[in-house]
């Protein structure tokens, strides 16, 4: 039984190079969320894919940020231009109809930019 | 970001005392959910609520959904030392949305 994978697991990178990280949801989970968490704050939300569709997008994820979930299975988040106030623990999860509301998160990517 | 208000920030209690936090939102959902999280891991999903005034328990957890459909409480009985961790609710409104929203948090500290 696996859950949803995160890959990697830690980033360090300076600032002003661009960043790529992986998720692969559970098997057959047709929606796939990326949330961002800071020190002490509970997640927020990013953006979530049906299949390969982008259908939301929080004013949080600016331009340098972009998602792609191609196929409709694994997901990239990419960050450009990395600047310190990236610096956060990056969550995937992954939820399956018709129980869509109850999601299942993956341990997350941490991203420090120096 | 909007945040659910989430109380108490934190808790040190002894081994074997209950355990009560809650969240309180200024917008309705239809979803309450609560996770716990481990220091360096993701949010793991212990309760799902889906209807106002319902109580659903997973072992010595408890959780409501509030009437007013605004709110939601998690009870912990009999603590032991691997409850340590942050507990987080969650609210979900399907009509704003399929995100959900974060409170922020309660760390639980259980002394032996």
């Known amino acids: 039984d696996t859950g949803v994978s995160q890959d990697p697991r830690h980033k360090i990178t300076k600032r002003g190079q661009n960043v790529t990280f992986r998720c692969d949801p559970i098997?057959?989970?047709?929606?796939l969320y990326w949330y961002r968490q800071t020190l002490g704050q509970g997640p927020e939300f990013l953006t979530y894919?049906?299949?390969?569709?982008?259908?939301?997008k929080s004013r949080l994820l600016s331009d340098r940020f972009s998602a792609e979930r191609p196929k409709g299975s694994f997901s990239t988040l990419e960050i450009q231009r990395t600047e310190q106030g990236d610096s956060a623990m990056y969550l995937c999860?992954?939820?399956?109809?018709?129980?869509?509301?109850?999601?299942?998160f993956g341990p997350g990517t941490r991203l420090t930019v120096l | 970001g909007q945040q659910l208000n989430q109380s108490p920030q934190s808790m040190f209690i002894q081994e074997g005392e209950d355990v009560s936090m809650n969240c309180t939102s200024s917008s309705i959902f239809n979803t309450w959910l609560w996770y716990k999280q481990d220091p360096g891991e993701g949010p793991v999903l212990l309760i799902a609520l889906y209807k106002a005034g319902e109580l659903t328990s997973n072992g010595r957890l408890t959780a409501q959904f509030g009437i007013t459909r605004k709110d939601s409480f998690l009870n912990i009985s009999a603590s032991i030392p691997s409850d340590v961790g942050i507990y987080f609710c969650a609210g979900l409104n399907n009509n704003a949305g399929n995100m959900l929203t974060f409170g922020g948090g309660t760390r639980l500290m259980v002394k032996p």
């Open positions: 098997s057959e989970h047709n929606r």
């Open positions: 894919f049906q299949n390969e569709a982008q259908l939301e």
């Open positions: 999860a992954s939820s399956l109809e018709p129980v869509y509301n109850e999601q299942f």
